[in-house]
């Protein structure tokens, strides 16, 4: 734990490849040392047909699915620490967003 997904238009694709932005928030996850590092898991998808309003149609948005129990301060300060690295890219002309959850007390697990 924690399951992030990274979704992002792909508008951006010229701008930042999904490798730069996968390693981007590990290496958050991982700074926040709240995750043993083995535990943390990534992935990002793209998306061609989207509508954000009336505003730009570059995104990237960043949702981190973890167990609960971490406080309050430590999800905003992963979601600020994520949304930082993504400035940080240099990416230009972005809406940039994070957040994290905790998962339902439903969530079930099965590794083979």
């Known amino acids: 734990m ?16 999904p490798t730069q932005l996968l390693r981007c928030v590990f290496d958050a996850h991982v700074k ?6 083995d535990h943390i898991k990534v992935r990002c998808t793209g998306y061609d047909h989207h509508i954000a309003g009336t505003g730009s ?14 406080t309050g301060d430590q999800k905003q300060q992963l979601s600020n620490m994520i949304v930082q690295g993504l400035i940080d890219m240099g990416i230009t002309s972005a ?13 079930v697990t099965f590794t083979d």
């Open 2 to 17: 924690p399951h992030c997904v990274i979704e992002i238009s792909n508008q951006l694709s010229s701008s930042v490849t």
């Open 32 to 37: 926040s040392g709240l995750f043993e590092t």
């Open 57 to 70: 149609d570059r995104f990237i948005h960043a949702t981190s699915h973890i167990m609960a129990g971490r």
């Open 95 to 107: 809406a940039m967003s994070a957040q994290v959850v905790d998962l339902d007390p439903t969530y």
